[in-house]
């Protein structure tokens, strides 16, 4: 059973910072590309940043300069640091392992960013 689990978000600030995490478990998830997508209401999904097996990293120019992705292989883990966040960053974000037969997702969860 493949399971990927966010956790971190929540309320903050503009300004603030928060660190989002994704558990995974049921993949070998140090082989697989993982990324963190968001969707605000009424907007379609977008990446936010991803990060390959080998480390190298992608991120959205929205937020180049302001959030981190990293992953911890003997932790099943990756994270992304959010910092200088802006109300513009409110969103669901969403954990994703890319697979080579198939994408698994994360349940969500909810960043509010507030002026």
């Known amino acids: 059973q493949v399971q990927l689990v966010e956790s971190g978000g929540g309320g903050v600030q503009a300004g603030g910072s928060l660190r989002l995490s994704c558990a995974a478990s049921?993949?070998?998830?140090?082989?697989?590309?993982m990324g963190w997508y968001r969707q605000a209401p009424g907007k379609q999904r977008e990446l936010v940043a991803d990060?390959?097996?080998?480390?190298?990293?992608n991120y959205a120019d929205s937020v180049k300069g302001r959030f981190t992705i990293s992953r911890d292989n003997a932790k099943n883990t990756v994270y992304l640091q959010m910092n200088s966040l802006k109300p513009e960053d409110t969103a669901v974000y969403y954990c994703?392992?890319?697979?080579?037969?198939?994408?698994?997702w994360g349940q969500g969860t909810q960043v509010t960013v507030s002026s």
């Open positions: 994703k392992s890319q697979g080579v037969h198939y994408d698994y």
């Open positions: 049921g993949i070998i998830f140090s082989i697989n590309i």
């Open positions: 990060i390959s097996n080998g480390g190298s990293t």
